[in-house]
């Protein structure tokens, strides 16, 4: 997926604005997320697999949060044949609209459903997969069990959750080795100290992680039967659940 150079933050500026997933975002989003998600390429690559397991004949996907689509993207090719269909849903405009463009450059016969909306108003049912790739986080805390047990409901047996986030950790001592190596990488990928500054002011009271445990005794309570972390880069997760 084609993005351009990720600068917004380069620039030193007065007044730090929460960040939002606006036109400018989803214009160097690609590049955004690969330098600062450690693991990202690897996620979105084992997402497909997963759906090549575990998604069966015609059934449904959601991908929750699907931002550009990468991962709408990764599991359609590997599910082509199976008369399924993928819902992907993002509330952001300007994110649908590229995802949108990044979809019709692929040659798929299965049908995506494309919906600017909600994620916590959409309808779930006879789904296979349901994909929330570092999304969760973004919702308000007292929402996010709720959306999970829709998720559950609308979930067929044997049916699969893949939940990416990034994570606190109620170790102050893990945090802050976790946290530096964090920083570390996106020096590592060029990102100055001033965007790295500025960044973390803008998401400090849009983004508001859980540790792991919250997650596992979430989806656990909700009645999942498999609950397990499968990928873990310093402070970045992704976890499986099986109902």
Same mark, same amino acid.
């Given at each position: ?8 933050? #380069?620039?030193?500026?007065?007044? !730090? ?8 975002? #989803? ?7 690969? *330098? ?23 059934? *449904?996907?959601? $991908? =929750? ?5 990468? #991962? ?6 590997? !599910? ?34 494309? =919906? ?6 959409? $309808? ?13 986080? +973004? ?7 709720? =959306?999970?047990?829709?998720? +559950?409901?609308?979930?067929? @047996?044997?049916?699969? =959750? ?5 994570? *606190? +950790?109620?170790?102050?001592? !893990? ?9 570390? +990488? @996106? ?14 002011? #803008? ?41």
């Amino acid at each position: 997926m084609n993005s351009s150079p990720d600068t917004i933050y #380069a620039q030193p500026a007065a007044e !730090i604005a929460d960040f939002q997933f606006d036109s400018r975002v #989803a214009g160097v989003f690609g590049d955004m997320i690969r *330098r600062s998600v450690p693991g990202y390429a690897q996620i979105i690559a084992t997402i497909g697999d997963f759906a090549h397991k575990y998604v069966k004949p015609e059934t *449904r996907v959601y $991908d =929750l949060g699907c931002s550009l689509g990468a #991962a709408t993207l990764s599991v359609r090719r590997r !599910i082509d044949g199976r008369d399924c269909e993928i819902v992907a849903v993002d509330n952001s405009e300007s994110m649908v609209n590229r995802c949108r463009e990044n979809l019709s450059a692929y040659v798929s016969d299965t049908h995506v459903e494309l =919906l600017l909306g909600d994620i916590r108003d959409v $309808d779930i049912s006879n789904a296979s997969m349901v994909i929330l790739n570092f999304t969760l986080q +973004f919702l308000p805390p007292d929402d996010r069990k709720q =959306l999970l047990e829709k998720i +559950f409901q609308g979930l067929n @047996k044997g049916g699969i =959750l893949v939940l990416s986030e990034k994570l *606190r +950790f109620e170790d102050p001592a !893990i945090q802050e080795l976790l946290d530096a190596q964090h920083l570390d +990488f @996106k020096r590592a990928n060029g990102y100055s100290e001033l965007e790295i500054s500025q960044k973390r002011s #803008a998401l400090e009271n849009v983004m508001r992680p859980d540790p792991l445990s919250l997650h596992e005794k979430r989806l656990t309570d909700i009645g999942f039967r498999h609950v397990s972390p499968w990928f873990q880069c310093f402070n970045f997760a992704s976890m499986v659940a099986i109902k």
